[in-house]
């Protein structure tokens, strides 16, 4: 029983968004609400029973790779990933020395946090032109580190079960997830039990604050998608798809209150501007009560 329930909780970020896919389930009357569209979106000519059995492939998959660890340890450690070598910023600083050597030993939070604050009041990123944060934003970035243990079960997993977490910006989001849309994708670990180049996109609009760049406004609609790593042409298969903040936390279990909260607002807080290698650290500022406070460490690929 308490390995079944372990497996469960692995899967419950997956399983609480797919509330609304198969008839034969029970749902809470909570997260039922016609404003949100079915899970799996069919064609035309695609059965509804095509849904379901995508919906037990993901469920079943993400199991069946967790069931092997009898009573998983979750990982307390939040660098996720260490960071890849790359070349020297002209403006390169101890501070900056001291966060790469921090997230290289996988040191404690305590230690990454210090060293975070830091850096950032040595923020290279003055400007305060929305085209220059985009130009620096454009691309792929690996995520090293999150402050907050409840921010994703799944990164919460020990090696080799966790996946890698990647945000995309510009012309690559615009490509895999459409314009003005920013996107987070989850690869590799349990999820590879769902093909080997397959991912988790999660997108949403975005827009960057006209009286401050360096924080982008998020906006519905929101999707939840499986697909393929960037650069595929194959389409994705959204999951769930949601017209409104207070939807879209509502199908995540959150109350009343939070899902009367304002838009999330995204905030750079510190940004290079190198190229690959480029460190990034940001902060949900504003909007989800469960998520405002999460600050994350980002490497440019």
Known sequence: MATSCSVMALVAAIVCITWQCASSFQFPSAVQSDRLRPLIQPTNDEPISSRRQLLSDV???????????????????????????????????????????????????????????????????RSKSSAKYATELNGEWKLIWYNKSDFSPLLKLPSPFRPDSYQYFGSIAEEEVGTGRVAQGL??????????????????????KESDPSILEIYPPFRLQLGDKPGSSAAKQTIVESQ???????????????????????????LEDIGSGSLRISVVARGDPVIVGNMFVHQKL
């Open 187 to 208: 690869t590799g670990g349990v999820l590879s039990a769902l093909g080997p180049n397959k991912e988790l996109w999660l997108s949403s609009g975005a827009v960057a």
């Open 59 to 125: 469920i079943g998959g993400l199991i069946a790779s967790t069931a092997i660890v009898a009573n998983p340890h979750v990982s307390s450690a939040t660098v996720v990933s260490k960071p890849i070598s790359s070349n020297v910023p002209s403006y390169n600083t101890p501070e900056r020395e001291a966060l790469l050597q921090a997230l290289s030993n996988k040191s404690s939070d305590e230690i990454v946090s210090k060293a975070i604050q830091n850096l950032i009041p040595l923020n290279p990123m």
């Open 244 to 270: 409104s903040d207070a939807d879209f936390r509502a199908v995540n279990a959150r109350t009343t209150e939070a899902q009367m909260a304002p838009k999330n607002e995204y905030e750079q807080l510190y």
